[in-house]
Structures are given as structure tokens and as C-alpha cells.
């Protein structure tokens, strides 16, 4: 165990967005010294090997609240891991954990960042963000449609390059639809779009196309994907998507 990770602490761990090469080593480090790790299935075979001889609590899909709380309890006594995938502070656990750890006295915490989806979906595509840009997740489970919506429309008429997490679920498919129906009154239909599926794992998928010819890959676009809407001056290049970060108003290349 690393002199570092000797006394009772709780590690909010973002374990990359699933090739193992893309764990850091600073999460490696804090799981390898950790006695528990808490997470749910997927992520806890996402890195499977390194942990095979900690305590492991697994919990379901949907559990954050119970899998914070029980985090909290255990991280005053114990070295104690709490798992995100990507990273922790993107629709991940830092949040729940820290808001949960408020009400518990003397816990020491740590947030250790993670590659999150979008940085390895941008990287596939080539160079799609590279100005501002706007993460939006479809997911109306804690958040309302209302606040989607409008999120959606300010975003897009604001210009930003649009990052969609969460697109679609087994039980909520329509609101994708309606994610573009918004994003298509501020986007032209030759918009460039990256579909991301998989990114650093098994199936990974990537597809550069536009805004008018998006809806012939519906049917791969679940939750295990990301959808990227460029800007008005991103451009599609071969199977990339560049969006130009301004240099081209100051100077000839
Ligand atoms: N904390 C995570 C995001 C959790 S929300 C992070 O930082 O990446 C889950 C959503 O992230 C998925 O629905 C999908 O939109 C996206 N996602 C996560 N991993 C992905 C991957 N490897 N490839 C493509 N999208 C991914």
C-alpha cells in the first residue's frame, strides 16, 4: 500500500471511459491501496484485474443514494474507493457522495479525476470541440424536460458545439428526437454530427456525418454512445470533425 493511503479516507475514483490504458495512474494507485471498492457491475469489471483481492460492494444501476451513504459510513473507518465512470464530476459520483458527506463528521475525502466519455469521443473524432462547448444529458431522470429543453436552445442558439450524454434508453427514446427537433431550428441540416459508441472498449464505433443525414444510425445510438453536434463553422473531414478554434480570422496556413 502506497505511504499515502494509510489512514481512513474516502476516494471519489473516475475509472476512464473503459480501455484499461486510460485508467490513470493516480486511480490505479488509489484502488490498488483502497480496502473496499463500491460501485455498480459494469464499472466494477471495467477494471476487474486490478481489483480482484479488495472488499467489493456492487450495487445496481440506480442505487447512487444507498451506494453514497453506505460509501460515507465506511470511509470513516476504512480506505474506502467509490467508483465513476469517465469522470466522477460529469454526471458522475462526486456529487451525490459530497452532498451525503456533509451531514457525516470527520471524513476525509478526495475527488481523483478520470477521463471523461467526452474527451475520448472529441479525441476520435479528431478535433470537434476546441472552442466552447456545452455537455447536455438527455436523461430526464433527476432532471425536468422543462430545464432540457431550455438548456438545449440556449446552446444552440448560443453557438456552442453540443456534446449529448445520455441520448437514449431502452424506455426513453422520444426525447432524442426532440433534443434535435430544438438543436434543427439553430443548425443547418449540414451540420456535422459524431455518433461515439463505445469509446476506448469493445464495439467502439465512430461516425461522422451531418445533422441531415443523422437519423440513418438511429438505431446505434443508445446509451453507451455520444452525439456531437458541431458549431456553424465546424467542418466534416474524411471520418473527423474539425471545429476551428479562430485561427484562421488572424493568420494564412
Ligand atoms: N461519468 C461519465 C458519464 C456518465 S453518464 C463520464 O465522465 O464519461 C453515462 C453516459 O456517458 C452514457 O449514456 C454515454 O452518453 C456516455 N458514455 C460513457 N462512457 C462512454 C463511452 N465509452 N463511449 C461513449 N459514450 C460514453
Redesign the pocket.
Known amino acids: 500500500m502506497s505511504p499515502s493511503l494509510s489512514h481512513a479516507k474516502l476516494y471519489i475514483v ?1 475509472i476512464g ?2 480501455g484499461a490504458e486510460h485508467l490513470t495512474k493516480k486511480a490505479t494507485d488509489v484502488l490498488l491501496g483502497s480496502e473496499y471498492i463500491i460501485g455498480n457491475g459494469t464499472y466494477l469489471d471495467q477494471i476487474k484485474e486490478i481489483i480482484h483481492d479488495k472488499k467489493i460492494i456492487r450495487s445496481g444501476m440506480g442505487g447512487e443514494v444507498e451506494r453514497a451513504r453506505k460509501a460515507v459510513e465506511l470511509g470513516k473507518d476504512h480506505i474506502v474507493s467509490i467508483i ?5 464530476n ?3 459520483m462526486a456529487g451525490i457522495v459530497l452532498e451525503v458527506a456533509q451531514k457525516a463528521e470527520d471524513i476525509e475525502i478526495e475527488v481523483i479525476p ?1 477521463v ?3 474527451s ?2 472529441a479525441s476520435l473524432l479528431g478535433a470537434p470541440l476546441i472552442n466552447d462547448f456545452a455537455i447536455i ?1 438527455l436523461s430526464d431522470l433527476l432532471t425536468p424536460q422543462k430545464m432540457i429543453d431550455q438548456r438545449l436552445r440556449s446552446a444552440a442558439e448560443a453557438d456552442f458545439v453540443i456534446a449529448l ?3 437514449k434508453s431502452r424506455s426513453r427514446k422520444e426525447n432524442f428526437g426532440r433534443a434535435l427537433d430544438i438543436i434543427r431550428k439553430y443548425r443547418t441540416e449540414n451540420t456535422p454530427v459524431g455518433i ?6 469493445e464495439g467502439e464505433t465512430v461516425i461522422a456525418t451531418t445533422l441531415g443525414t443523422l437519423m440513418e444510425y438511429d438505431n446505434i445510438i443508445d ?4 452525439v456531437l453536434i458541431g458549431n456553424s463553422e465546424s467542418k466534416l473531414w474524411k471520418n473527423r470533425i474539425i471545429t476551428p478554434r479562430g485561427y484562421q480570422r488572424k493568420y494564412e496556413y
Open positions: 473516475g471511459p473503459g465513476s465512470g469517465g469522470d466522477a460529469v454526471y458522475g478520470g471523461t466519455a467526452i475520448a469521443a444529458s450524454y445520455n441520448p461515439v459508441k463505445n469509446a476506448t472498449r446509451m453507451s454512445t455520444i
